[in-house]
């Protein structure tokens, strides 16, 4: 129309909903302070001009009388907050409030982390249709609970395997994980019925130094992670097994670790591929703190229900170390399940 675009705004723009900055939300500052439109305000014109002294909000992202209160400097120097928070407070990473942190949001929607501005403006336009969450502290902890199924019995028979592939390690490493693991199969309901096996990739091992009642498949081929666990799996499931449970021999199991990867798995009903949490480092991916799913598991430690195995074909046996973890995530998904962290079942794994 070749209208000026702030006499647009200003006459009938701010009517009709329009954004006139990227964090500036109209709309929602009139239906939520309905005396400024009663008043026959503009509500841009009315936030910087008093509607900061009364301490209004310019969207619902940002809380004005928070973010003078974290910050001392912008409070004494008489600065419109947005105004600071749009100059500078965002380049610094200040938090805009205490329900919407931009960089936590951004690690969700997969946004370039490098604008704070792009993640809130992100965040107002799609907000009404999103499922993201604005902080940390929107988490809703009755969710999390039914994600984890905290409040779950295994009441059910399980026939469980848990499958180590080991490289050439030390006998201290290979008693670590047995013992632990062990111990985390010990603290599971009697019904659950459990096999240990190991598959000696490169057969480096000394058998002798294997447990008797530990199942040991020497390999004298050097066949890589994948290989293994696609043999222990396939071999596990053939025999009648519910549940696979892979694990690094380089990790040992947290003692209630496998307890609740169990009680996960049936919160989901077999339909998640499942990851236990890392300690004392967590695995430097993002991961939705109620619900739990991740793009990818890592299988450093992780749970796979026979019906994601029968779907999928287990590990593709092209893959000799390295991504294959990635690569059974993605087909998993393709095939219509979760990728899932199971936040309450720790797996030591140093890699510091």
């Known amino acids: 129309s070749g209208r000026n675009p702030l006499e647009d705004y200003l006459t009938e723009g701010y009517r009709q909903g329009r954004f006139p900055n990227p964090v500036f939300d109209s709309a929602w500052y009139l239906k939520q302070y309905p005396e400024v439109g009663e008043q026959g305000k503009n509500p841009l014109c ?3 001009q008093e509607g900061m002294i009364h301490g209004r909000n310019p969207n619902a992202a940002f809380n004005t009388k928070w973010y003078l ?34 960089q936590f949001f951004a690690m969700q929607a997969g946004l370039p982390t490098d604008s704070d501005i792009a993640s809130m403006s992100h965040f107002l336009f799609h907000r009404e249709n999103t499922k ?6 929107a988490v809703n902890t009755g969710n999390l ?9 295994i009441t059910e028979p399980l026939s469980v395997t848990v499958g180590i592939v080991i490289y050439n390690e030390s006998p201290a490493q ?30 480096f091992f000394d058998q002798q130094l ?49 307890h609740s990867l169990l009680k996960m798995n049936k919160a989901h009903a077999g339909h998640a591929l ?51 973890d990635v690569d059974l995530s993605w087909n998993a998904r393709h095939h219509g399940f979760s990728t899932r962290i199971c936040s309450a079942a720790l797996f030591y794994h140093d890699v510091s």
């Open 46 to 48: 009315d936030y910087v």
């Open 69 to 102: 209160a974290q910050n001392k400097d912008v409070a004494e120097s008489g600065l419109n907050p947005l105004h600071h928070y749009l100059m500078s407070g965002a380049a610094e990473h200040r938090m805009p409030s205490s329900e919407f942190d931009p």
């Open 132 to 137: 993201l969450l604005p902080s940390i502290n």
């Open 145 to 153: 609970r039914k994600t984890l199924g905290e409040d779950l019995q």
């Open 174 to 203: 290979v008693n670590r994980i047995v013992t632990s693991t062990k111990r985390a199969l010990s603290r599971c309901p009697s019904h659950v019925k459990a096999t240990i096996s190991i598959f000696d990739n490169g057969g």
């Open 210 to 258: 294997i447990p008797t009642d530990v199942k040991f498949i020497e390999s004298g081929l050097d066949e890589g992670f994948a290989v293994g666990h696609s043999k222990l799996s396939q071999m596990s499931f053939n025999a009648g097994a519910d549940l696979y449970i892979g694990a690094n021999p380089d990790g040992a199991f947290h003692p209630d670790c496998i």
């Open 274 to 324: 499942i990851e236990a949490l890392q300690f004392p480092d967590e695995h430097p991916k993002f991961y939705n703190p109620e619900t739990l799913e991740t793009s990818w598991i890592s299988c450093a430690c992780f749970l796979m229900s026979k019906e994601i195995w029968k779907a999928t074909g287990g590990f593709d046996r092209n893959i000799y170390l390295y991504c294959d």
